[in-house]
């Protein structure tokens, strides 16, 4: 008889962190492990970001913060917000938490109620639909494909919208897809939206500053939505501060307050060190950090190629972030004549054991033919993986 929550039993363990896990186990074991599964960018943290946390050390930050945020933190955000995206807040609208995901689920926890539904244009990052299932809300997937690159219309939207819808959640550029919305497609949507005034939307905005177009497009910006708009960002992929943990949204004032008040029941302020170097993360010219937007643009290309060598793979030409997210449904249902690849899970193992190349199914992101590549590698590992997913490949018939 199970002790734990039934709540618990709903949600299931993170896809990411679940082949991470498996991979470390492999390597353990004295494997050569390629992991291209988790969402991490593969530099160091910027040395002018680590200086402002050794001065923050130095400077005693070592008390408890505002449960928001420290002031100057937030307003350097707002100013942020308004430098990169021409999005209007006051310091008052910032909530600053431990990762972008706390800042999903303090969203999710403060606006549904049980039974209300979140529609979530597929693919979508893996924690999304446990996020809202923890939250006692629905989820409801638009589906897309390769051949749509990834992106949902607002007229597929529209075709989800029941009276119980209460949110739309995206990040653009997308996690697993690296699909960019474009300012066109998002006013379309935000046209749509007009007709539903209680429908709030959480637009996912972490890979902003890995964005191959150069024209990151904020839903937040456009007048008729900005009451509505939740904009979630924070500086794990474009800085390469994954490990710091921190993340913030900017929301109308009451759902900020809201955000707070879960918050301050859950783990209370994020790390005051941490917050002194987003500040001087967020203040920096994006520039700064640019090199790693154009390392991760070349190996997006040295994989597609690769990638598109291979019979049977289909790929879009991803515009944002760091993943490849190719469509493998031509190896379903084929075997190396000991085992049946019956899902894009099964391909996934089957590659983790015979070669030892570490991918995420593309089950959880809601596009169960494909498969997330994640590019955060060396050009070296990232050749040497491809050969031998290839070569794996082709021993299926």
């Known amino acids: 008889m199970t002790k734990v929550s039934d709540r618990l039993n709903r949600l299931s363990e993170s896809a990411t962190l679940a082949m991470a896990r498996m991979s470390r186990d492999l390597k353990d074991q004295g494997k050569d492990v390629i992991a291209l599964s ?13 200086e402002a946390a050794k001065k923050a050390v130095d400077d005693n930050y070592s008390h ?153 497009f904020s839903i937040g910006t456009i007048p008729e939505l900005k009451d509505r708009v939740i904009t979630v960002n924070g500086v794990s992929k474009g800085f390469a501060m994954t490990g710091w943990r921190v993340g913030f949204i900017g929301a109308p004032i009451w759902i900020a307050k809201a955000c707070s008040k879960i918050q301050g029941q859950v783990t209370s302020a994020t790390c005051a060190v941490a917050q002194k170097a987003t500040e001087t993360a967020v203040n920096a010219d994006p520039n700064e950090v640019s090199f790693m937007k154009d390392i991760f643009l070349k190996r997006r290309n040295l994989v597609l190629e690769k990638l598109n060598e291979i019979e049977g793979i289909k790929c879009n030409v991803p515009q944002g972030a760091f993943y490849l997210f190719p469509d493998v449904s031509y190896y379903l249902g084929k075997t190396d004549g000991e085992s049946i690849i019956n899902s894009s899970d099964d391909l996934c193992m089957y590659l983790l054991n015979s070669c030892y190349v570490a991918l995420v199914a593309g089950t959880p992101f809601g596009n169960p033919e494909c498969v997330r590549i994640s590019y955060a590698a060396s050009e070296e590992d990232l050749l040497e993986a491809i050969s031998r997913i290839k070569n794996q490949l082709s021993k299926l018939k």
């Open 38 to 50: 988790l969402g991490e960018p593969d530099f160091d943290t910027p040395d002018f970001v680590k």
């Open 64 to 216: 408890y913060t505002p449960v928001p945020g420290i002031l100057d933190l937030r307003k350097s955000i707002a100013k942020k917000f308004k430098r990169d995206n021409g999005l209007d807040f006051t310091a008052e609208q910032i909530v600053v938490s431990t990762g972008a995901k706390q800042s999903i689920a303090n969203v999710c926890l403060s606006l549904l109620n049980p039974g209300d539904e979140v529609i979530l244009p597929a693919p979508y990052w893996v924690s999304y639909a446990d996020i809202v299932c923890l939250a006692e809300g629905i989820t409801v997937e638009v589906s897309s494909s390769v051949e749509d690159d990834f992106k949902v219309t607002a007229a597929e939207i529209e075709n989800k919208i029941t009276e119980k819808t209460k949110l739309l959640m995206f990040s653009s550029p997308c996690n697993p897809s690296g699909s960019v919305y474009t300012k066109s497609e998002l006013l379309e949507i935000a046209k749509m939206l007009e007709k539903y005034p209680n429908i709030y939307i959480i637009a996912d905005e972490i890979y902003e500053h890995i964005n191959f177009t150069n024209q990151h």
